[in-house]
């Protein structure tokens, strides 16, 4: 017998190849991961988000204040959805993430300008993520001031002289230093739940069949839906603990401030959780095996990851991929907890995300219950 | 006893990728008695049972278990037979005990812990019950199996080849505890391929190719075969000439060698007689006459069937 021989190895390839042909899934999951990331990350992926939506609170309506939008707008991160004469309207849509900018132009503005008398201009952004901000921010003086020094008539040669006559005040809300952690942290209690809540629930059937012991499961008389509570509910309590561990180290560890209602908090957390443990159960109705249900878990994982708004900008993404990344449950949690945590946000400004939570859950249930198979056919 | 049959149904079809496994079966099962369903592997026995206990949804004929119509009371089906699969199937990493609890639950039955202390006791299993299950060996996982499938007191009991890889000696209790059951009013089908079970059973239906070829009592389906069987005893070698001498001679259809003695079977019985006494002449062998056995009927039953499939 010799060491190597190219008849058994040939016999050890095609055996290979036959058993990674019949594994559909596997085989998608080859060709469709890499076009996945391929797609993602070079086309949804920017992390110098622009046409960010701004709204404009603007009392009066001069003409300096046009050439300021108007500038401001050209520059291409600001793009004003709302323009409204009311602070407390403008507070609202920040709150609530409408808007990432709000632009303040008191209104003795254009009177200020004319005597040549500190003009003040006042930019709140939202700067939960310190990364969506940061561009924006950074082009803002310079625009604004050559704006109004054209607007005004005034030599722009005479530009560095004038510099200082616009002052623009930049609050940073929410997360004044522009800490990273204070973003990421709350983000990664979904992101970790997302993992481990729908890769051991997806199992969860799979793991029966592969076993053998579905068939006796099914001969006896138990339900569709009591199965499917039977299964998830265990990991409700699995997802209680990571939850606690993970706010306490946000907090003790990290130092992210929580200004937000807990309770609030815990019910969108709730919620989330259930809606990952029944997508979960609804992969583990369409794997057949435990390695299938590891891959669509992941499949799942990686797109939910990247078009969420946890690692990269949500508004950073062009439409197509915003509207894709409509369709993942953590999008809707992170928009909720770090409203919650970081904003204080009440229920009334987080209605949104969490009415789409709870469609997830409904719509994962009715999914997984018609997709359950009550016979072995 | 009821004169209603346990099950009965009519007419079965179930395919898979467009064959037939079960094709047209109509059969019915006597309430009270130990009925074995057989048939070589393949035959469409364990599909049967699955249509039968609501597992599998056929896609023709009609029937109804204990009353209850198939594809319709699939609930109450389930709640009223017991059905022990082929392959072990409680939790080998749950204990004997939590098993049973499981079950016990499951079924609704009440007080749990007094029903499980029941049944280990009976099982003999107590000094073991937390002992995980997938430690046991075969004889021990299918007693627990059957106890387990048993438990809700079910009016009938589905077994698919519930012997399959136990020794002699499990067997033997397996089968007196079936016949314990059925003589307290339990009605049982199980299917098997061991000949020796199925002369335990009070009834057999034999199905091949998904079709029922016999079903009687064993003398019945014996009888029906009408074949003919000679015994033919010498040294080995002498045995295996007759056995080559033997094969495709007018009124032989099987041979089969037991050992140093040869099974000669046939349904023409005068032919069969002429061709055995030249070949016991011809090989020195002694010629004798025997019973046909369930087996010999099974094999005749099996190639017969092939026979018609080609």
Known sequence: MSWFSLRRLSALLRKEVIQMRRDRITFAMMIGVPLMQLILFGFAINNDPKDLPAALVAPTQDRYSRAIVTALELTGYYRFDHITSSAAEAEALIERGAVSFVVTIPSDFDRRVDRGDNPQILIEADATDPAVASGAISTLGQVASEALLHESGQDVMAEDAARGQLEVVVHRRYNPEGITQYNIVPGLLGVILQMTMVMMTSMALTREVERGTMENLLAMPATGLEIMLGKILPYLGVGAVQVALVLGAAKALFGVPFVGSLWLLLVGVFIFVLSLVLLGYTISTVARTQMQAMQLTFFFFLPSLLLSGFMFPYRGMPGWAQVLGEFFPLTHFLRMIRAVMLKGADLTNVSAPMAALVVFVLAYALLALTRFRRTLD | ?310
């Open chain 2, 1 to 310: 006893m009821s004169a209603e049959p346990a099950i009965r149904v009519e007419g079965l079809v179930k395919r898979f990728g467009g064959r037939a496994v079960v094709d047209h079966v109509s059969m019915s099962v006597n309430r009270g008695q130990i009925t074995g369903f057989l048939g070589p592997n393949g035959s469409g026995k364990t599909t049967m049972i699955r249509v039968m206990c609501g597992l599998l949804t056929a896609d023709e004929g009609s029937g109804e278990v204990l009353g209850y119509r198939l594809g319709r009371d699939t609930r109450r089906i389930k709640r009223e037979i017991g059905y022990m699969t082929q392959r072990f199937s409680l939790y080998e990493d749950l204990t004997i005990r939590e098993n049973l609890a499981f079950v016990a639950g499951l079924y609704a039955l009440r007080p749990v812990q007094r029903v499980v202390d029941e049944v280990l006791e009976g099982l003999g299993l107590t000094s073991r019950q937390h002992q995980l299950a997938g430690t046991l060996s075969g004889g021990w996982k299918q007693r627990l199996a059957l106890a387990s499938c048993v438990m809700h007191k079910p009016q009938l009991l589905l077994l698919d080849e519930p012997t399959a890889g136990v020794d002699p000696k499990a067997r033997r209790d397996f089968w007196e505890e079936i016949h314990h059951l059925a003589a307290g009013g339990m009605t049982v089908l199980v299917s098997t391929h061991y000949m020796d079970e199925a002369e335990r059973c009070h009834f057999v239906n034999y199905i091949s190719y998904g079709r029922l070829v016999a079903s009687g009592t064993v003398e019945e389906v014996i009888a029906h075969a009408g074949l003919t069987t000679f015994l033919l005893e010498g040294p080995m070698d002498k045995v295996t000439a007759a056995e080559r001498m033997l094969r495709g001679m007018t009124g032989v259809d099987e041979t089969a060698p037991f050992g140093t003695s040869l099974h000669v079977v046939g349904r023409d019985a005068e032919a069969l007689k002429a061709a055995v006494q030249h070949a016991a002449a011809e090989t020195g062998t002694r010629m004798s006459a025997t019973e046909t056995s369930l087996e010999d009927a099974f094999i005749r039953f099996m190639n017969q069937s092939t026979d018609n499939m080609s």
